[in-house]
């Protein structure tokens, strides 16, 4: 069942609601005069900071039984290392807690345990917890410290909460994704408001090398690399539709008879940021969010979408607007033409451009994306898909692929599982409710006593008790920020900076 926190959220937004749901409070929706009418705007703040929040020394765990404790890189690890660390501790003259994490089950998984930590002390303050560790470190120990309502498991943590709400009965406008002036740069969302004359906008994919990562769909031209099969967003009728579903790409060079298949589309050639390629991908070819894996031979296409395109060693083949080899350039960095684009090789893959790229020659690009199912989508102008993820509900119910969408780390480390997945952090979200309303959502977090954030269990559950049939995480931690053109940014970021320029954004346009 939900936490109670979002139980507490149902009734905030007076939707279906259990009599003994514990009290929150929730804004009057933003008198906003750049908000057009269907679109409205609720902050909502749940939960409470209580007794059981504290701050405690968590003490890192080496990678292996006899690994050295003074530079140990790990937040969680088998029990045994674990017994291993807070032996060593009580060696020491401390009392430390071996704490068991559990991984809840999810749509492609079932639960089990995930690790243990080592953690000591209950802290009232941040400082009372840095002034712990500091002795820690002196003892011979790596560490850091943690405020335990950001763990994930507190369901009555606090939470600020900012809902979107678009409303196609009344909105006459379009919900769609944007960025600056080329995807290889970032642009802080207010600018990109801004500058779009737009009402409202979110955030939108995660970015690597100045530029978004995942498929990336824009007005039915593939722009952006596939995580191939991992969770994305199919948006079509300006917004008023959303397919939330799993998506792989394919595109293809044809030369005469000859054919291979492109690595990446849009994208630092070698780097394939959360892997999933299409092969040859080192460590893993299996998704891997937040990894980088790596391709010493790859073909990657730009297109003028892309701005400057990489330079270094390798060979590339600039294409007018019909395919025809304008010239095959022994290194990479030539412009794009208007219209047309470059096929940038490394490694292996230099060889087969270069016998096949002849200038005056005319190569040939197919593209096919797919959905879960393995049917084809059309790409038409009207089709804009986000791959972001994971998935957080589909059909009404919370589907979340952990591990098609490579939330669970590959080995032994757990530790980015551990952070990224389960415990608290700042999220955004799109959905779209049993009305056709389209959300846009943002959860703040890592600001004790504040607003703590959400794991992602936490946070499909949310967007379900929103009323979410369909739902999607965007990238979040410090990427997440929601504004309107009237009140500018309408959360707290969670850097100290204030908001992040983004590689993508989804506005609202009236």
Not at 244 to 254: E, I, N, Q
Not at 418 to 435: E, F, K, V
Not at 482 to 499: E, F, H, K, M
């Amino acid at each position: 069942m939900p936490p109670r926190a979002l139980t507490t959220l149902v009734a905030a937004l007076t939707l279906a609601l259990p009599a003994t749901a514990a009290p929150a409070s929730a804004t009057a929706p933003a008198l906003d005069p750049a908000l057009p009418p269907g679109v409205t705007l609720t902050s909502l703040s749940l939960g409470a900071q209580d007794a059981d929040d504290y701050w405690t020394v968590h003490v890192y765990l080496p990678a292996t039984l006899d690994g050295p404790l003074n530079t140990a890189p790990t937040a969680l690890g088998p029990k045994e290392i674990a017994d291993r660390v807070a032996a060593a501790l009580r060696d020491k003259g401390f009392e430390p807690r071996v704490e068991q994490v559990d991984l809840p089950a999810f749509a492609d998984r079932p639960a089990g345990v995930l690790g243990w930590t080592v953690r000591l002390g209950r802290h009232a303050t941040s400082g009372e917890a840095s002034a712990a560790l500091t002795k820690v470190r002196a003892a011979g120990f790596a560490g850091g410290t943690r405020y335990t309502a950001q763990d994930g498991t507190d369901p009555g943590a606090p939470q600020r909460v900012h809902v979107l709400r678009v409303d196609f009965s009344q909105f006459r406008g379009s919900v769609d994704t944007d960025f600056g002036p080329a995807l290889n740069g970032m642009e802080t969302l207010t600018d990109l408001v801004a500058a779009s004359g737009a009402a409202a906008g979110i955030n939108a994919q995660w970015f690597y090398n100045r530029a978004p990562g995942g498929l990336y769909v824009k007005n039915g031209k593939l722009i952006g690399s596939a995580t191939q099969g991992r969770g994305g967003i199919k948006i079509t009728h300006g917004g008023r539709r959303v397919d939330v579903d799993a998506y792989t790409a394919r595109v293809t060079l044809h030369a005469g008879g000859e054919r291979v298949e492109l690595d990446g589309v849009n994208r630092l050639p070698g780097e394939v940021w959360n892997c999933g390629g299409v092969g040859g991908d080192q460590p893993t070819e299996k998704a891997q969010h937040d990894l980088k894996c790596t391709d010493a031979s790859e073909l990657v296409r730009f297109t003028p979408e892309f701005g400057v395109t990489p330079a270094g060693e390798g060979a590339e083949a600039v294409l007018d607007s019909r395919g025809t080899v304008l010239a095959l350039n022994p290194t990479r960095g030539a412009a794009v033409p208007p219209g047309g684009s470059v096929i940038q090789a490394i490694g292996d893959s230099t060889a087969w451009l270069q016998a096949h790229a002849r200038p005056g020659s005319r190569l040939r690009l197919s593209e096919r994306v797919e959905d879960s199912r393995g049917h084809r989508v059309p790409l038409t102008p009207d089709t804009t898909i986000l791959q972001v993820g994971p998935t957080l509900v589909r059909d009404g119910r919370v589907s979340v692929n952990a591990d098609a969408d490579g939330l669970i780390r590959e080995g032994a480390d757990q530790t980015f599982t551990y952070n990224w997945t389960l415990r608290a952090n700042p999220r955004s979200m799109i959905g779209m409710d049993a009305q056709g309303r389209l959300m846009l959502v943002v959860v703040d977090g890592r600001q004790a006593g504040y607003s703590e954030g959400l794991g992602i269990p936490q946070t499909a559950e949310l967007m379900r008790s929103l009323g979410a049939v369909e739902a999607l995480n965007l990238d979040g931690g410090g990427s997440s920020v929601l504004a309107t053109a009237g009140t500018g940014i309408v959360n707290r970021p969670s850097d100290a900076t204030g908001q992040r320029s983004l590689g993508n954004v989804i506005l609202v346009r009236p």
